[in-house]
């Protein structure tokens, strides 16, 4: 079956710092990968929509300067939290499309964040 | 706008009891999939169902099944004989038929379901 990695699994960083979090899709494609948040026994929101080559799209109250999405490549999207703040702290979740389908889709291990 | 409600937060049930997870969906869309995904602890989500709009027709899969009643906007699901390792957090989801592209899902706010032994 497809398979979506994410890395780390799990991170620690000090307040002010930056953090990359990877999104590979290990054995598949994908034009279109999107970026969940989910915050302690909370649900998972949307935060923005990676496409392959062009600029991310970010939903309402999302702070793109904040977030920088890029998706180089067909196999890999990254997520940069900037200037992280203890707030900040979320489990961090992506789902991968592969190319040429238009409803599966493939959700990471997740990524979760602490700042402190 | 597309919305998931999932009315029980929390659900607490003996092991072997049968269990019920509401969802009910709201889309302006003639066209979409649900989905109910698995969370434990780990917090990885684990595929369990995706039903299109145009299929209504109930679906059991071993201790798993779901009731898809389009009239009233409902996909519900329900764990026959529970066990332990049932307990976790369960969402609903929905998306759009995506016509370009793909498209997003949209969760509810997840029922978290306790097995005791």
């Known amino acids: 079956g497809a398979v979506v990695s994410q890395h780390p699994s799990r991170v620690i960083c000090k307040s002010g710092t930056s953090v990359k979090i990877e999104c590979r899709s290990l054995d598949f494609q994908a034009t279109t990968m999107f970026w969940y948040r989910q915050f302690p026994k909370q649900s998972l929101m949307l935060m923005a929509t990676?496409?392959?080559?062009?600029?991310?799209?970010?939903e309402q109250g999302v702070e793109k300067d904040k977030f920088l999405i890029n998706h180089a490549s067909l196999t890999l999207s990254t997520l940069t939290v900037t200037s992280a703040h203890p707030e900040d702290s979320s489990f961090y979740i992506c789902s991968a499309h592969p190319l040429g389908q238009t409803y599966e889709q493939y959700f990471g291990p997740g990524t979760r964040l602490t700042v402190t | 706008a597309q919305k998931v409600t999932q009315a029980q937060t929390e659900i607490s049930v003996v092991e072997k009891e049968d269990v019920t997870l509401d969802c009910v969906y709201e889309?302006?869309?003639?066209?979409?999939?649900l989905f109910w995904y698995k969370q434990p602890p780990s917090g990885e989500l684990v595929f369990l169902i995706r039903?299109?709009?145009?299929?209504?027709q109930n679906e059991i899969s071993g201790r798993y099944s779901w009731n898809f009643q389009k009239s009233t906007s409902s996909f519900n699901f329900t764990i026959t004989a529970s066990q332990v390792v049932d307990s976790a957090v369960y969402f609903c989801?929905?998306?759009?038929?995506?016509?370009?592209?793909?498209?997003?899902?949209?969760f509810g706010k997840g029922t978290r379901l306790s097995v005791i032994a």
């Open positions: 039903r299109n709009s145009f299929d209504e």
């Open positions: 889309t302006r869309d003639t066209t979409y999939y």
């Open positions: 990676s496409n392959e080559g062009s600029k991310a799209t970010y």
């Open positions: 989801a929905l998306s759009e038929f995506p016509n370009s592209g793909n498209t997003p899902l949209v």
